[in-house]
């Protein structure tokens, strides 16, 4: 049997990472593993990556999602993301398709400027949403700025903040010039889509009229806007399909129009073949430890644990870190009887009273 790893002692349990990382690549072809020590051999970092999902990643849209709330390393939190960030790199590559997308945390955002050079970077728009209504107290612009984040096309978004400038012009400078327009808006960054906006677009494209304009372009009228279609450059002047690369009303319009099939106008990376591609292989595991094979040099090689640091007074920590501008709710807390999730009005106990207060929402 495989020993939990809260059973191993302290001592051991980075040569034990060793042993299953060796038996995780063997058994698993392509998986990279790293493990990081310091000068006196003491284990700093680990890194795991599975070869199937190395492999799975090349048919999936290139975006990463980064959250570092269940981590800190204190004032070697930099060194800590650039170290991750560079492991990364190496089984993802660098190219300008590939976006990582992360909270606005200093740490991060330094190291991924570092270690990426042709990737971009975004700020997550719910992080953004939330430091907005933290710092600035305006929780109802809230409709307002996610026009503006969902908004394809830069005159659509133009008009959204411009009514954000005009009732809070401190909130327009901070998204334009603090956090900045290609950060988090669609217009300006081509980021994710949603395929569940794929299929309303055919109904919406009925009854419109189509007109060609050469062997590939297609101009297409009616409804609230109109459409100037590429089918061979698969773009259209409403900025949907370029952005979701899913096909606009426009696109389907079309389509139909030439009797190409809409699928065809598709981006791979929504199709069957690519989803299997994606998710077809299998992660072996690493079994009982008596049917290991590691070699002698990986058994016997020392990883002494880190420098443990005297734990503060008090119960430990079990939840994960807040990132940054995000808010967590705080249980009610009756003052009757001191149980957590009513309030006193509603308490049925019937022991003495406990002074409490009510917590509300507050950042952390």
């Known amino acids: 049997m495989l020993t939990p790893l809260s059973e191993v002692h302290p001592n051991r349990a980075s040569t034990y990472f060793r042993r299953i990382f060796h038996m995780l690549e063997k058994l698993n072809p392509g998986t990279v593993t790293r493990i990081e020590v310091n000068g006196e051999s003491r284990f700093k970092y680990l890194f795991l990556a599975f070869g199937v999902a190395i492999r799975g990643f090349r048919y999936m849209k290139k975006v990463v999602g980064i959250d570092g709330t269940f981590l800190k390393v204190d004032s070697e939190n930099e060194d800590a993301w650039t170290w991750f960030l560079t492991q990364l790199k190496e089984v993802i590559g660098d190219t300008d398709e590939l976006a990582l997308i992360s909270d606005r945390a200093p740490s991060i955002k330094k190291a991924i400027s570092t270690v990426f050079e042709k990737a971009h970077h975004g700020a997550c728009a719910w992080h953004v949403a939330q430091n907005i209504k933290n710092k600035f107290k305006c929780a109802d612009i809230m409709g307002s700025y996610w026009s503006t984040v969902n ?192 309030y006193k009005k509603k308490c049925n106990s019937q022991t003495g009273s406990t002074e409490g207060n009510q917590p509300t929402d507050v950042p952390v």
Not at 170 to 184: D, I, Q, S, T
Not at 239 to 267: G, R
Request: with cysteine; net charge positive.
């Open 151 to 342: 908004a394809y096309r830069c005159e659509d978004f133009a008009g959204y903040m411009t009514e954000i400038s005009h009732r809070y012009p401190r909130v327009a400078e901070y998204l334009e010039n603090e956090v900045g327009f290609e950060k988090w808006s669609r217009c300006h960054y081509p980021g994710l889509s949603r395929e569940s906006e794929f299929r309303p677009r055919f109904a919406q494209s009925n009854g419109r009229h189509t007109l060609q304009l050469n062997p590939v372009t297609y101009h297409v009228k009616g409804g609230e806007l109109e459409g100037v279609v590429d089918i061979f450059n698969k773009t259209c002047t409403c900025k949907e399909f370029d952005i979701d690369k899913l096909p606009c009303v426009h696109a389907i319009a079309a389509a139909h129009h030439t009797q190409v099939s809409v699928y065809s106008l598709v981006s791979p990376y929504y199709t069957k073949e690519y989803y299997v591609l994606a998710y077809g292989e299998t992660i072996y595991p690493v079994g009982s430890q008596s049917q290991w094979d590691v070699p002698n040099e990986v058994a016997t090689r020392v990883v002494l644990p880190r420098e443990v640091k005297e734990r503060k007074r008090g119960r430990p920590k079990t939840s994960r870190f807040p990132s940054v501008g995000e808010f967590r709710k705080r249980k009610n807390r009756c003052g009757k009887c001191g149980a957590y999730g009513h």
